[in-house]
């Protein structure tokens, strides 16, 4: 069958710098009428076909978009609204876990079934990780459904429960205060953990704490918090913004962290009570750098790598509680339990709890703004020891018990038994 011969149309010209162009004038996928122009009909007729597949190409895509320009769209418009660092840890997620397997299916081809597929390699991950993923993936399609881009949404009952569980630790003991404290005497790390143990400052609070907001001579000394730390690639940021409302509070100090404090404000030459050394707060990286000090000085299995011969071997150490590194013989491994900077701020709420301090009171001083947090973590304080739980325990059990009438199947009484009584009344 003779292919149909394409009919041009007939283009108006115009003489430019003594040359003839034909053109013409089409819709563009905003509705702008736009110029297209060619050096002969043919050549303008080739030009407005490839424009229009564009425009059609555009129109389709704004009402069938894919997984992967919808997201972008999406954290677009999150962006107005939610902290740059929270932002850039809505994107990491979305693209390693959403756009990477997903991305290029249209919004309105995701069935349930692919959204249960995208969670399984997510449930190996922390707990934490498996709700930050699986709160994106609702969101995006509740955004998309709202919008009328989607007649059904496939993620309606996609379970929020799976990922591993966190591993919490426990408050550190005042034996293992006393371990660490005598550990990091001396050492850069020293100052923040007094800070964290003795005032419960969050690791960022710490980090952004400035003199002016240290008042040690006051006839109560306490700490001012007033401005935040974050790291934006790698660059310290310290503004006014805090974690919640709450978190902005005064903490009165006990002596041993106000003689501490004192002693690092007559070395210190910056505003920043951490700082480097050049006064300027740390950077991300930085302070991993002044935590690795603790970190070496746990007696805790270790793996290094080594290249014999060109070949990359694998090397297990088993450091023995206070003996001394290798390479370092200043170094003693003296702590035999892992620290974490938010530790020691939950050792400072346990012990403010431990000692008799109301809720109310704690949730203040630890900048909690849902009072739930604090009551959790008061109740497993308070109430998860025997020797606390046994005078509570004697009191509801221990009481004279009443008469017990033992009756047969047809009701009638057969026997009555008291508290002491070994006999049955027959």
Not at 40 to 51: C, D, F, G, H, S
Not at 259 to 277: H, R
Not at 368 to 381: C, G, R
Request: proline fraction near 5%.
């Amino acid at each position: 069958m003779a292919r149909k011969k394409e009919i041009i149309p007939e283009y108006q010209s115009e003489i430019f710098n003594g040359k003839e162009y034909f053109r013409t004038r089409i819709k563009d996928a905003d509705g702008k009428r736009v110029a297209v122009y060619g050096s002969t009909r043919k050549e303008l007729y080739e030009k407005v076909k490839t424009a229009q597949r564009k425009i059609e190409d555009i129109a389709f895509r704004r009402e069938n978009p894919t997984v992967k320009e919808y997201c972008e769209k999406w954290l677009m418009m999150k962006s107005s609204t939610v902290k740059p660092q929270t932002l850039r840890g809505y994107e990491l997620a979305l693209r390693k876990y959403v756009i990477e397997p997903i991305g290029d299916m249209y919004l309105d081809e995701v069935t349930l079934d692919d959204l249960k597929l995208l969670m399984v390699p997510v449930s190996k991950m922390s707990s934490a990780v498996y709700s930050t993923v699986n709160m994106l993936v609702k969101c995006i399609f509740y955004s998309a459904e709202a919008n009328q881009l989607i007649d059904y949404n496939p993620s309606a009952t996609l379970s929020p429960k799976g990922g591993k569980s966190k591993i919490k630790k426990d408050a550190l003991s005042d034996e293992q205060v006393n371990v660490l404290l005598n550990t990091v005497k001396g050492l850069p790390p020293y100052v923040f953990v007094m800070i964290g143990l003795y005032a419960g400052l969050r690791r960022e609070e710490t980090l952004g704490l400035k003199w002016d907001c240290v008042f040690l001579d006051e006839s109560t000394p306490y700490i001012a918090v007033r401005r935040a730390w974050r790291s934006v690639k790698n660059r310290p940021v310290v503004s006014e913004e805090l974690k919640t409302p709450a978190a902005k509070r005064d903490i009165p100090i006990p002596k041993c962290l106000v003689d501490c404090l004192k002693e690092a404000k007559a070395k210190s030459i910056s505003d920043y009570v951490i700082a480097d050394s050049n006064g300027k707060p740390l950077s991300y990286s930085q302070f991993q750098r002044v935590w690795k000090y603790i970190e070496v000085r746990t007696a805790k299995e270790r793996k290094y790598y080594k290249y014999v011969n060109g070949q990359k071997i694998v090397c297990t150490i088993h450091p023995e509680l206070g003996s001394h590194q290798h390479n370092n013989p200043k170094l003693v491994y003296s702590l035999d339990f892992d620290v974490t900077t938010h530790q020691l701020r939950y050792t400072y709420i346990t012990n403010l709890i431990y000692y008799g301090v109301d809720p109310k009171t704690v949730q203040y001083l630890a900048g909690h703004e849902n009072s739930k947090t604090t009551i959790d973590i008061y109740a497993k304080v308070k109430y998860n020891k025997p020797e606390k739980l046994i005078s509570v325990v004697n009191k509801a059990l221990n009481r004279p018990v009443s008469t017990i009438c033992f009756e047969n199947t047809a009701g009638d009484k057969k026997g009555v038994k008291t508290q002491g009584d070994t006999s049955e009344t027959q």
